[in-house]
């Protein structure tokens, strides 16, 4: 057994300070899995502290799931093998005539290619581009890059200064470098009780420890996050203020200015995912602007440029910038110079500007037209949405449901993959109208599964 012995910093809780010191040395790969912790008398007597204190740090190590204490053997870093969530953004190849609802995708437009295509033929005949395009950058991005960004972001509605961002390899690396930047392993994040998948497989990854918070209409329960604070505050929250995804519902102002007054008392860190594109029409006060010094904000350009280039934003406050280069530089260096350029490009030219609005338009038109065709079910979602939930009517489960509309050759999602931790699985599905190829394809999506919901009581549809 390795005699391990921590510096522990001479202000603070000891024995709290002794718990983060087991959780960075198991992060950093000092204290490995199954490896045994050092006696509670002999690292007492090397720290100069109470076997109490010790006692109570390895409980709480325990708390935080890094540890599991064995009767008659001692105390052991725990093995750790992150589950499989299931998630996956892209399925598997579709089958020929397949309506795939299933992904939160943005509508297809001939000039997603003939934009790419016009950047990278606009880089081709620059000689500085080229060679930059070719050679390393700074972690966070360069200088030029961030500036096009703030200021397309700025003219979004979303003001941001170039200084406050780096630039990620899209939403979900904004997550995984958030949860890795602000917590530790074992550590507790707490969030809608339905949320976004990528998430949660990220924090299984990161064994981080999801709560859920009860979600409503007007998002989150924010004075059931307020019990949780009086008793023990998470070290983070991710929220989706403008669109909780599976659900659509909008974060209210009200609420908004409550979480940041929580997370101003109580020290609580929060992430606010702004992935899914909503227009400034549709959006309420952004928490970064509410608490820019403790809100990370990402965006990303996935959903409205291209999601196959991989360039999201992350805007955060300036004590974050080192701690979130030198992640940066242990995951990828940098992202790829390349494809930053061609989305800078894209926008540069007002091509994306275009794309945008005329998303805008598309994505109402075909909420209105699935709100419209679902109304008998009551679905929820907002017009400017990507998405609609639908609980399904007494009688059916999701289960049966997805297979029958698989069969008629539409596909949507369960809610199973959006449950944190043991939350009920509900009978509900989401559905994606943007995704569908065009207008006509969505409304025989959305005819199918209308016929489908309709078969009556007792139906072998319904039962199995």
């Known amino acids: 057994m390795t005699f391990w012995v921590p510096e522990l910093p001479s202000d603070g809780t ?30 007492a007597d090397a720290l100069g502290v109470t076997v109490g204190t010790v006692t109570r740090a390895y409980a709480e190590a325990e708390r935080r799931d890094l540890v599991e204490a064995r009767v008659g053997s001692g105390t052991y870093v725990r093995e750790r093998a992150a589950p499989d969530s299931g998630f996956r953004h892209v399925a598997a190849e579709a089958p020929p005539g397949l309506i795939d609802l299933s992904l939160s995708l943005p509508p297809p437009h001939p000039d997603r290619p003939a934009g790419l295509a016009e950047a990278l033929t606009s880089i081709a005949a620059d000689p500085e581009a080229l060679a930059q395009a070719v050679g390393y950058q700074g972690e966070r991005g360069t200088t030029r890059h961030r500036a096009v960004l703030a200021r397309w972001l700025t003219a979004l509605g979303l003001p941001m200064d170039a200084d406050e961002l780096t630039i990620t390899l899209g939403g979900q690396h904004g997550i995984f470098l958030a949860l890795h930047a602000l917590t530790q392993p074992g550590e507790r994040i707490a969030c ?74 109580h020290d609580i860190w929060l992430v606010e995912d702004g992935v899914q594109y909503m227009p ?60 930053v350029e061609a989305v800078c490009r894209w926008i540069d030219s007002g091509a994306a500007d275009r794309l945008l609005a005329w998303q805008v338009e598309e994505t109402a038109e075909r909420q209105r037209l699935a709100l419209a065709r679902l109304a008998a079910y009551s679905p929820r979602g907002q017009v400017h949405g990507s998405h609609l939930w639908l609980n399904l009517p007494e009688g059916w489960r999701a289960g049966a449901l997805l297979g029958q509309l698989e069969r008629h050759g539409v596909r949507v999602t369960g809610g199973e993959p959006f ?46």
């Not at 965006?299 to 999201?312: C, D, E, N, P, Q």
């Not at 207008?439 to 072998?460: K, N």
């Open 14 to 43: 000891r024995y709290r300070a002794l718990a983060d010191a087991i959780a960075a040395a198991i992060a950093d790969g000092e204290l490995t899995p199954g490896q045994r912790l050092p006696p509670q008398r002999r690292l």
């Open 192 to 265: 809608a009780a339905l949320t976004y998948p990528g998430l949660i497989n990220a924090a299984q990854q990161c064994h981080r420890k999801l709560l859920r918070m009860p979600l409503d209409d007007d998002g989150i329960d924010v004075d059931a996050l307020a019990r949780l604070c009086a008793q023990q505050p998470p070290r983070l929250v991710y929220v989706t203020p403008e669109q909780n995804n599976p659900t659509g519902a909008r974060l209210a102002e009200a609420r908004r200015h409550q979480l940041v007054e929580l997370a101003r008392q």
């Open 280 to 339: 400034p029409q549709a959006r309420d006060t952004p928490l970064y602007r509410l608490a820019p010094e403790r809100t990370l904000y990402l965006f990303s350009t996935s959903k409205v440029i291209a999601g196959g280039l991989r360039v999201g934003v992350m805007r955060a406050p300036a004590v974050l910038h080192e701690r979130l280069a030198n992640l940066l530089l242990a995951q990828s260096w940098m992202v790829p110079p390349l494809m």
């Open 419 to 464: 449950c944190v931790g043991s939350e009920p699985v509900p009978q509900a599905i989401r559905l994606c109208p943007s995704a569908a190829p065009d207008r006509p394809a969505l409304e025989r999506a959305l005819t199918a599964i209308a016929t489908t919901l309709e078969a009556p009581a007792g139906h072998p549809w319904r039962t199995l």
